[in-house]
């Protein structure tokens, strides 16, 4: 993170809570500076090093250096959340479709995965719910669907780690709004067939639903076996882009320290927060170069119809699907 980046959200986070601002004591002493409040946080979350450890470099003690971690998460979320772990907007739809296209991929909206969080304040009575044999530890499982230039789309956290990547689709919020009708109407052609439903890439254990396409299982044909080859690269993005977060960012490297389930999603949010603004301001944002020669686009993106009824079941989406796939 540059330095410029960093002093805005200091300053952003000083105008939403005054305990990130500079403050006097009844004597008339002054405290803890913004930097040295966000500076804690900051080194808690990218080295994921202990709240007592800061003591002797930021001059901060134990508790105020938790208390200043977890009001940092939060106010991220609550001032920067809005803009950079926002659903796809028309044009970032045109963006993504325009992508995927010239990747061999018309309608890929980007990839899908899950990862697993080892969380190592676990209650002991909890364990058992949140332990896969897979993975030994109790996990905390979190779903994210990132594009090609490792911007993270979507995020949801909170999920027992005993659960696979379907349980957590199931309680996830990905196709809320497409339900709803509320996201943009997408419209491509692939081999002379119009289609008008985006899609993410994803691995094997995911349904046979339309928005998913999967790699073939032991392809035989040429075809087949390139089909698969380029697939499985282009699905890597959604991996490439939670090891980048997880070196960016240590503590979701490491077991979590943290007794509350809150405080945890609060942080896992502001890390992917911090992410997206992060390749905002080094400008990884694919620019697409315009060529005079190229052949114009297969796809068109249009305004959503606006629904404001209550959110659907995930019963509603897999009855939909079944439909799509019937037709």
């Not at 997880?246 to 502001?270: H, K, T, V, W, Y």
């Amino acid at each position: 993170m540059r330095r410029d980046l960093f002093l805005k959200i200091v300053n952003a986070l000083g105008e939403w809570s005054p305990f990130l601002i500079l403050r006097s004591d009844a004597a008339n002493r002054p405290g803890l500076s913004p930097i040295q409040k966000c500076t804690a946080a900051i080194r808690q979350l990218a080295n994921g090093s202990p709240a007592d450890q800061l003591d002797e470099y930021i001059k901060i003690g134990e508790s105020t250096a938790v208390e200043c971690l977890k009001l940092f998460v939060k106010g991220v979320i609550e001032v920067f959340g809005t803009e950079y772990l926002r659903r796809p907007t028309i044009q970032d739809v045109e963006r993504l479709m325009e992508i995927g296209e010239r990747r061999g991929f018309p309608g890929m909206l980007g990839s899908i995965d899950c990862m697993h969080w080892h969380w190592g304040k676990c209650p002991y009575a909890w364990k058992g719910m949140y332990t896969r044999g897979d993975h030994g530890v109790p996990t905390i499982i979190l779903e994210a669907v990132a594009s090609h230039n490792r911007w993270i789309w979507h995020a949801f956290f909170g999920v027992a780690g005993s659960n696979n990547d379907i349980n957590v689709l199931n309680q996830s919020h990905l196709f809320v709004e497409q339900l709803r009708e509320e996201s943009p109407k997408v419209q491509y052609t692939i081999n002379g067939r119009e289609y008008d439903t985006g899609y993410y890439l994803a691995d094997g254990i995911y349904p046979e639903w339309p928005v998913f396409v999967k790699s073939i299982r032991k392809p035989q044909l040429d075809k087949h076996k390139l089909f698969a080859q380029h697939q499985e690269g282009a699905r890597k993005d959604v991996e490439c882009t939670y090891g980048i977060l997880q070196s960016r960012f240590c503590i979701l490297r490491r077991p979590a320290r943290l007794f509350e389930q809150g405080d945890l999603e609060n942080i896992m949010l502001a890390c992917i927060i911090l992410h997206n603004m992060i390749i905002e301001d080094e400008n990884d944002i694919d620019q697409v170069p315009f060529d005079l020669n190229e052949e114009g686009s297969t796809y068109i993106v249009q305004e959503p119809t606006i629904s404001h009824g209550q959110n659907p079941e995930m019963e509603d989406m897999e009855l939909k699907q079944i439909s799509l796939s019937l037709d």
